[in-house]
């Protein structure tokens, strides 16, 4: 009972300090992790907080470091979790993955997430992000025109509340507009309008920006 006091302590004090010292928050996961190591929940939650250090460094040693890390945690959460939860960390790893540089893990993953989608279970995430990360690989092994496919279908997701609200991920739309290809990415965004029920005009912003031949700047749907 005490030992379940303690990690539920140790939880509540993560979530505050995940925005505020995340030095603190990694120390306190790691001592959760002690405590149980059978449960999954700390290691998901330090695949969480090494992924979240990753959208503020750019492209470099440090960055691949940091996915390397959360993509282990994520690892370690998914074996032992249920089907269920596992099917839920499909996202965070294909995602993180691939940044951390095994790209066939990545497409494994994202695979999984289009397999699992048939059954209805988070399918509008799933249909998204899955296509998403297999045309991010598409796109690193070279073959444009079928991460231009990947993009252009996880565009037709029926959607999310996840969706409509922190709106689509853009990574491979930045990726395909540095390699020339604005035509799909403006596609792209007309198929995003039909689920993103609060872009607040965002997308016609960012469509302006690239009918003039410039990159937006995606903030936040970089990591979403």
């Known amino acids: ?28 996961l790691h001592r959760g992790k002690r ?29 691949k470091d940091l996915a390397i890390k959360s993509f282990g945690e994520f690892q370690s959460a998914y074996r032992l979790s249920g089907p269920m939860e596992q099917e839920f960390l499909l996202q965070s790893l294909a995602k993180v993955a691939f940044e951390a ?26 249909l998204h992000h899955g296509n998403l990360i297999l045309g991010r690989v598409a796109l690193f092994n070279g073959d444009v025109e079928e991460a231009k496919s990947y993009l252009l279908r996880a565009g037709q997701t029926p959607g999310s509340p ?21 035509n799909v990415v403006l596609e792209y965004f007309e198929l995003c309008e039909e689920f993103w029920e609060m872009s607040r005009g965002r997308l016609n912003q960012w469509a302006d920006l690239v009918k003039g031949d410039r990159v937006p700047e995606f903030g936040g749907n970089l990591a979403y």
């Open 162 to 182: 996840q969706l409509k609200s922190f709106g689509p991920n853009m990574g491979l739309a930045k990726a395909l507009l540095e390699v020339g290809q604005k």
């Open 35 to 63: 405590l149980a190591p059978n449960d999954p929940e700390w290691s998901s939650a330090l695949g969480q907080l090494y992924s979240l250090g990753i959208i503020s460094l750019s492209v470099g040693p440090e960055r």
């Open 101 to 126: 540089g095994d790209i066939d893990a990545a497409a494994t993953y994202a695979k999984e997430m289009l397999q699992v989608a048939e059954s209805g279970r988070n399918r509008g995430n799933h």
């Open 1 to 28: 009972m005490i030992c379940l006091k303690v990690q539920r302590f140790f939880a509540m004090l993560h979530v505050y300090f995940i925005l505020h010292d995340r030095d603190l928050s990694e120390t306190l």
